[in-house]
């Protein structure tokens, strides 16, 4: 399984950045997708997860309303727009997937994780 991450850089607080994740080497839609992060000295959290078909979808509560995660299935590709940013939004952003592509569960840890891309939000 292999995840790869693009689309992170440097913005200013108040803007937008749209993260892109490939997959290759799964059965796609038997997985849910998310991503993670970890800005510096903190551990890695859960920012947002989506359910194989799309359906449903999940966020930290300090993303909500400005973050939206989609996906793709026929380019098996996961997407997060992130938009108002702000400083604290700084951190390494990763890619994962889960075998729970209904999101039954907590999406704490999942299965497979990506190399993850910088996002640097300066105020």
């Known amino acids: 399984v292999q995840l790869v991450e693009s689309g992170g850089g440097l913005v200013k607080a108040g803007g937008s950045l749209r993260l892109s994740c490939a997959s290759s080497?799964?059965?796609?839609?038997?997985?849910?997708a998310g991503w993670f992060r970890q800005a510096p000295g903190y551990e890695r959290e859960f920012v947002a997860a989506?359910?194989?078909?799309?359906?449903?979808?999940r966020y930290a509560d300090s993303v909500k309303d400005r973050f939206t995660i989609s996906r793709n299935n026929d380019e098996t590709a996961v997407y997060l727009q992130m938009n108002s940013l702000k400083p604290d939004d700084t951190g390494v952003y990763y890619c994962?997937?889960?075998?729970?592509?209904?999101?039954?569960?907590?999406?704490?840890?999942?299965?497979?994780w990506g190399q993850g891309t910088q996002v640097t939000v300066f105020s």
């Open positions: 080497g799964l059965s796609f839609t038997t997985y849910g």
């Open positions: 989506i359910s194989w078909d799309g359906s449903k979808s």
């Open positions: 994962v997937v889960d075998g729970d592509p209904y999101l039954d569960g907590a999406f704490a840890n999942p299965e497979y």
